[in-house]
């Protein structure tokens, strides 16, 4: 197969994660018989800098002709003082909106290997965790209008969270569906003891989960489930929920397994395009320095293959190749471990592209 794949290595150790990813996408074109072209495009601090936006129509046109888009990190200190409308973040918030990236899977895995990182109990732990929040993603209170104005002598300033039927429904599809190819378990996550948008959430969640009978549905509050993640994070097997929810509580998972370095994150639309990233930050502290864990990019290029490219083979290539790498005792700093290897962001990335 041919695909042309639009890559976004933004700001701090986005090039430096992005490009060990390239190394693995390679030797599985190379072992596969597959092509793949990429267009480099620049998003965030970089574009900024270079041209005086977050990212250019030029550029958003590249990642709307590629067949997928794979992402580093964008931000950083050095543009926290940009006004609300260049800053870094809005380019994500461009491209998820142009390409219609509603729905957003952020998985949550305990690798064995490393379960000593989870801040939780191995009582907790318990049998492990393996979760994976389906968060809307071009809705509600990131999209909806905002204001700041001035009233009676002071500035009021107001964010709006507005939800449509059928924005709730297509979420709810995807939850449901991707359910049925796990453990056919779902809990919708609202606020529906006082949001309107919480009750329309939940009534169009119902309808859906009426359609999907043989999948055991739940609802559950935003507020509890911050709460039961902590306190029991085995009772989950997919959560499906609203932008700012599933901002929220998917940071709270991902630090369930103590290495959010090893997070991959996948956005789909309803065609076959996709945005994959790491769900991890820029990290400027150590941009540059050979220290970034660059499997959470890896792992994301692994779904890019599976959802976007139907490359389930390859897919599993590649995630094996990592679980192999930690079976051999191979870590980054963020993971290190007594008695480990500790390998740079580059000799990390050797060691996949070696085992596969
Ligand atoms: C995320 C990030 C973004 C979000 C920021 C960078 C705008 O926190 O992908 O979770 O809030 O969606
Ligand atoms: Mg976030």
Redesign the pocket.
Known sequence: MEKTIAVLRGDGIGPEIVGEALKVLDKVAEKFGHTFHYNNVDIGGCSIDKYGVPITDENMAVCKNADSVLLGA??GPKWDSCPANIR??KA??AV?KELGLFA?LRPTKLFPQLASASPLKPEVVGNGIDLLIVRE?TGGI?FGPRTTEEVNGEKVATDTMPYSEHEIERIGRVAFETARKRNKKLASVDKANVLDTSRLWRATMHKLAEEYSDVEYSDILVDNTAMQLIKNPGQFDVLVTE??F??IL??EASMLTGSIGMMP?ASLSSGTCGMY?P?H?SAPDIAGQDKANPLGTILSAAMMLRYSFGMAQEADAIENAVQQVLNEGYRTGDIMQPGCTLLGCVAMGDQVVAHL
Do not use: A, H, T
């Open positions: 964008v931000g870094p973040e994500l918030l998820r957003n993603l990131y932008n700012m599933g901002d998917s940071d994150s990233e769900i930050g």
